[in-house]
């Protein structure tokens, strides 16, 4: 069964992570925008590219948290369009009230776009709530004549109304609570078997069979650098690409921050900038990760360097002339001199016209990145 993984991001990591591993040992196949075989669509946002990979699957699975998430950017969906339902509170006396709630399409988030989706598609949906999230909602309704009411732990009372909003739909309404991760994981198991048992059509890939292999890289750059490289050297394989945000998180507390992954994963592969300025200072880093790796207790983490920078490789594949003039020591100073600030959206438009052939013959670092991308990809599972 294919399944679309629906959540914020980045404060549910390591939720999605521990999605990715239970669903696809039970032989399902996981849709979620980390991965670098995402059904992406050229010239659309990537908002619009998630509304069209739910059409292909049978399931969406929800996570709700804390955070009310980013409102809907694509162009699919007219903003203007709106959604009505009530919600019952209780006024300044302690009576009960009813207040219609309506929304646009411009103030939903894309999770809860990626819902109503869902649901107009008439797609089995799952959704699990933080217990959390669930009390302060209740505590809402109770102070829901107060117009300056604002959540504690919640982002917004505009993750309440999604909540209630999901509440209302005729099918797949019940909202599932879990409290840590642990509870979710076991809820979760149960869920996902007893939709099993009701026969519903499942797609069992292939390469479910070979290793899963998580890519920890300092930050969102890297993390679509590296899905640009896999895509363009066609590897097939189960990854998942988490950012860090920050190479102190890793370098520094290598055992706490990667042995959780490595417990998980078949491989953990990091990679990191060297930032050094000189073949003499590169070959010191590969030496210092070597210690790195001989204090860590798992066997399957490797580590791997960005010589000097993440940038470096951007450039192998789109410029020849300016990797070789500055010897491969592309540094992000260098990089914004040509081609501006290194941002999202600038990274973007360059990796659009990024040559893997040329940046592979160029780098030797990246080749050896890559080279072990495509081993570990078809390795058997441990």
Request: glycine share 4%.
């Amino acid at each position: 069964m294919k399944i679309f993984l629906s959540s914020t991001a980045y404060d549910l990591l390591d939720f999605r992570a521990k999605i990715v591993e239970v669903l696809s040992k039970n032989g399902h196949e996981v849709i979620f925008h980390e991965s670098p075989t995402f059904p992406a669509k050229i010239d659309l946002h990537s908002h619009d590219q998630c509304l069209l990979a739910i059409e292909d699957c049978q399931m969406v699975l929800c996570i709700i948290d804390k955070r009310y998430g980013g409102k809907y950017s694509g162009d699919l969906l007219k903003k203007d369009k709106s959604f009505k339902f009530s919600i019952s509170g209780f006024d300044a006396k302690g009576d009960r009230l009813k207040e219609e709630i309506e929304v646009t399409i411009d103030k939903m988030s894309i999770t809860w776009c990626e819902l109503e989706r869902a649901y107009s598609l008439n797609k089995n949906v799952i959704t699990f709530c933080r217990q959390r999230t669930l009390d302060e909602k209740e505590t809402r309704r109770h102070n829901q004549y107060l117009k300056t009411f604002k959540p504690a732990y919640a982002e917004k009372n505009g993750l309440f109304d999604l909540i209630d909003w999901i509440t209302k739909q005729r099918r797949n309404n019940w909202i599932v609570p879990y409290s840590t991760i642990v509870d979710f994981e076991e809820k979760l198991k149960v869920y996902i078997d007893e939709y099993d048992k009701l026969k519903l059509k499942t797609t069992v890939s292939k390469k479910y069979t070979k290793n899963r292999i998580c890519i920890i890289v300092e930050g969102e750059i890297d993390r679509i650098v590296v899905q640009t490289l896999i895509r363009k050297s066609k590897i097939q394989g189960d990854f998942v690409i988490i950012p860090s945000y920050g190479k102190y998180r890793i370098v520094q507390n290598a055992n706490d921050y990667i042995k959780p992954f490595a417990e998980t994963f078949d491989q953990v592969i990091v990679l990191v900038d060297t930032d050094a300025k000189n073949a003499e200072q590169f070959e010191t880093f590969k030496k210092n990760s070597q210690i790195l790796l001989g204090n860590l207790i798992k066997p399957n983490v490797h580590f791997y360097g960005a010589n000097p920078e993440i940038e470096s490789w951007i450039i192998a594949g789109i410029n020849e002339d300016l990797y070789r003039r500055y010897e491969g020591y592309i540094t992000k100073e260098i990089f914004k001199e040509f081609y501006g600030s290194p941002t999202i959206d600038n990274v973007r438009a360059c990796l659009r016209k990024f040559n893997i052939v040329q940046a592979l013959q160029l780098s030797d670092d990246m080749q050896l990145f890559v080279s072990f991308l495509r081993d570990v990809a078809f390795m058997e599972r441990r």
